[in-house]
């Protein structure tokens, strides 16, 4: 069974950058996927980020594709979110997931726990 | 802001049946499957319907989707208070190359 954790600080000054982990288990993210990060700031929906492949190939929500940048780490099974210039629009719980099918706009069905950022100083 | 436009809430005691409508247009849920996610209080969202239609293995059939043109809608019936959680709809939008959620509706179990 997949499960994925992410991992990162919990606290981060604005105009810093933000930087989280998503360690994956029970599969092998070489072998085929895409995975990727969702957002949800407090008392609010979720808002998807983008999503990697283990090659490398990368989809970015247009409206944060300036300041994203997802990299995969095959070696140590994880991939992780840069997020620069961060505002306090920017606090919230986020999730690494996967979309299902190895197709980067199915359904996510596989969600990690979630960790909360908040940016302030 | 949302795209996908969903009633804040819903309510009824247990036992009855709810539905709830996500709307959007016909560069995301006319052209693309909808899934449904619920998120119970203090956790991560679950999948609970994708494809439209489909359950995944141990979502009971009490809860179902369907969808017609631009307009999608989830439906519970036996409704029991563990069911109480924000559902959230979700669908690839092919305008912003984006994946993209409703904007969240509250179950209250009466």
Redesign the interface.
Known sequence: QVQLQESGPGLVKPSETLSLTCTVSGYSISSGYYWGW?RQPPG?????IGVIYHSGST?Y???LKSRVTISVDTSKNQFSLNLSSVTAADTAAY?CVR??GGIP?????C????TLVTVSS | QSVLTQPPSVSAAPGQKVTISCSGSNSNIENNYVSWYQQLPGTAPKLLIFDSNKRPSGIPDRFSGSKSGTSATLGITGLQTGDEADYYCGTWDSSLNAYVFGTGTKVTVL
């Open positions: 969702i609010k929906g979720p808002e998807w989809y929500n247009p409206s999730y979309p299902a706009r199915h359904y996510l069905d969600w990690g726990q979630g």
